[in-house]
């Protein structure tokens, strides 16, 4: 039986093609583990087709990380509105993100961040684009309860503090689901909400 042919990709496809082979890979084993030949074979391509693309691994784990974070960003301003009403505002349709994306990319992004934390010596460009998600996340979850108490929506509490329990307790849902084999984030995030809504109603 003749093999089938190749679907010739136009270099954007194909690009993407790459970075989605490398998130699902990375998000399996630690980034540096895995190797150019690694994501060749997962991507069906020959490895000197990745260094046309990419200078190397560690342009593309980069080009990897910020794509994610992208998408994760993306996908929560494009839900702001469905949540304007919500008492929890932002930071509902931030959760929302969270609980849409888990099954297909946010897991793998959240195990790439944590073992880039994990290392000894780390990538400069990795970090600042790890510790710009974790302020973008901060400053929503500050902004939105600053707003809440303002308009007397919200009780009194200490915004920095409340943000940061809620950025560790996101993360800490991913990290449980991986560790304990338990698939629950959406319930998880579900009862976050209904933490942070009774710590909140005034």
Request: charged letters at 25%.
């Amino acid at each position: 039986m003749a093999k089938a042919a190749r679907q010739r990709l136009v270099p954007e496809q194909r690009i993407e093609m790459i970075l989605d082979a490398t998130l699902s890979l990375v998000g399996t084993s630690h980034f540096s583990v895995v190797t150019m030949r690694d994501i060749a074979l997962a991507c069906d391509v020959n490895v000197a087709l990745l260094y046309h693309y990419f200078s190397g691994k560690d342009q593309l784990i980069r080009a990897v990380l910020a794509r994610a974070l992208g998408q994760v960003t993306d996908d929560y301003e494009s839900r702001r509105d469905q949540h304007r009403a919500d008492f929890l505002g932002d930071i509902a349709a931030w959760f929302a993100t969270h609980q849409a994306m888990a099954p297909t990319m946010m897991s793998r992004m959240v195990k790439l961040m944590s073992d880039q934390a994990a290392q000894p010596i780390k990538d400069p460009e990795l970090e600042t684009l790890v510790q710009g998600f974790y302020r973008f996340e901060s400053n929503l979850i500050v902004s939105t309860l600053e707003a809440g108490m303002a308009a007397g929506q919200y009780r009194e509490v200490a915004s920095d503090k409340l943000a940061r329990f809620v950025g560790l307790h996101l993360d800490g849902i991913f990290h449980a689901a991986e560790s304990r084999g338990e698939l629950r984030i959406a319930e998880d995030i579900e009862e976050l909400r209904g933490l942070l809504t009774r710590q909140l109603e005034p």
